[in-house]
């Protein structure tokens, strides 16, 4: 505590941030096509690849 200012602000930003994260919590996600009310119709799928292929893709893309 030897400087008081700072830690005073430091503290504040804390709850803040803490504040947000916990509102974000109660607020509804955007709309999006994934979060519609589930129906007979939902779906899931997925695919197998090999991941050297996939790496080599990216890396001919020029991919982070």
Do not use: C
Request: glycine share 8%; hydrophobic share 40%.
């Amino acid at each position: 505590m030897t400087q008081p200012r700072r830690s005073a602000e430091s503290l504040r930003d804390a709850v803040i941030g803490v504040g947000e994260a916990l509102s974000a919590g109660f607020q509804q996600a955007s709309a999006t096509p994934f979060n519609v009310e589930i129906g007979p119709h939902r779906r899931f799928d997925w695919l197998r690849f090999d991941l050297a292929q996939v790496k080599e893709v990216k890396k001919q893309l020029a991919g982070p």
